[in-house]
């Protein structure tokens, strides 16, 4: 599509290994939309000024020692470092969804909707057998069993959506659209998004 100005921003949540990354990309080659995930590791630390390992280390997955972290996340005097990369990546938000773009996961569904940024949100979900798979691609669940990462990742990405937004991550209140890509795969999911984005 060569009219950028009518497409909105498309947000892009997702549960671990249900294929964010690859609708969004999809959703890039269709719309002609600059889509950002993995780069926001990149520009978080230029706004930050944390490196991109501390960006990528601290970033969306609240892990261990994230009970001691979230005490004291609500409160605004103090400093610490998912706090700020946080605050960095909103900023980061805000100044990409300037223009039309596909935003992945970071809460962006949200920090949109409080600053009265129109977008169009949705949520990917998948069956474990799917994102067991996934994860097994990937490679990064060391010796631990892919099914069990799958599901502690799960719980991480929970913790952080919740803890700086108040919501449960994958509510259907807080998206225009959820998906099943174990169901309906990855181009199909492209295809009805792209549909609903070009009627937006």
């Given at each position: 599509?060569?009219?950028?100005?009518?497409?909105?921003?498309?947000?892009?949540?997702?549960?671990?290994g249900a294929g964010g990354h690859s609708v969004a990309k999809g959703l890039s080659e269709r719309l002609g939309l600059q889509y950002y995930d993995y780069d926001f590791v990149?520009?978080?630390?230029?706004?930050?000024?944390?490196?991109?390992?501390?960006?990528?280390?601290?970033?969306?997955?609240?892990?261990?020692g994230s009970k001691f972290v979230n005490s004291f996340l609500t409160t605004a005097s103090f400093s610490n470092p998912y706090n700020e990369i946080f605050q960095a990546e909103k900023a980061v938000i805000l100044g990409l969804a300037e223009k039309p773009c596909i935003l992945?996961?970071?809460?962006?569904?949200?920090?949109?909707?409080?600053?009265?940024?129109?977008?169009?949100?949705?949520f990917l979900s998948a069956s474990k057998e799917f994102r067991r798979k996934r994860a097994v691609e990937l490679g990064?669940?060391?010796?631990?069993?892919?099914?069990?990462?799958?599901?502690?990742?799960?719980?991480?990405?929970?913790?952080?959506?919740?803890?700086?937004?108040?919501?449960?991550?994958?509510?259907a209140e807080d998206y225009h659209l959820c998906l099943d890509v174990s169901r309906f795969g990855v181009e199909h999911c492209v295809e009805i998004i792209a549909a609903l984005a070009e009627k937006f």
């Open positions: 599509m060569s009219e950028n100005k009518t497409l909105p921003v498309i947000t892009v949540s997702r549960q671990y990149r520009l978080t630390a230029k706004v930050s000024g944390y490196t991109e390992e501390e960006v990528k280390r601290e970033g969306e997955d609240l892990g261990r992945v996961g970071r809460c962006s569904n949200v920090i949109l909707q409080e600053a009265g940024i129109p977008s169009l949100n949705v990064d669940y060391g010796s631990m069993d892919p099914d069990k990462y799958v599901e502690r990742r799960d719980h991480w990405r929970d913790t952080y959506y919740r803890a700086y937004t108040g919501h449960q991550l994958g509510l």
